[in-house]
């Protein structure tokens, strides 16, 4: 059963480049047909999607976040990386790493992880 664990400071100051790694066990991130995914969810607000890499290494980018967002992966530790810079307040939220099979719409989610923008 493939896992998913999200890693990566809680706090970050505004201005500041947001890092996260998820860690993926049970199943390699070169298996096709699947696709690494990064969601948000901000406080009251839907969830984001953020952006994908595919197990090819195709990268796929919301368009609204494109500009300052950068997703990659590294296949020796199994994990991929979300980078988002220049970030505010309006970047608090819950991240989650995530994979989908395919064209199949069910979503496999990490836990999450709470990140905060904030001096």
């Known amino acids: 059963q493939v896992q998913l664990q999200e890693s990566g400071p809680g706090l970050v100051k505004p201005s500041q480049t947001l890092s996260l790694t998820c860690t993926v066990s049970g199943g390699s991130i070169t298996t096709n047909p699947y696709y690494w995914t990064w969601i948000r969810q901000s406080p009251g607000k839907e969830l984001e999607w953020m952006g994908a890499?595919?197990?090819?290494?195709?990268?796929y980018y919301s368009p609204s976040l494109r500009s300052r967002t950068s997703i990659s992966r590294d296949t020796s530790k199994n994990q991929f990386t979300l980078q988002l810079e220049s970030v505010t307040p309006e970047d608090t939220a819950v991240y989650y790493c995530?994979?989908?099979?395919?064209?199949?719409?069910?979503?496999?989610w990490g836990q999450g992880t709470q990140v905060t923008v904030s001096s």
């Open positions: 995530a994979y989908t099979r395919g064209a199949a719409t069910t979503v496999y």
């Open positions: 890499i595919g197990s090819s290494g195709i990268i």
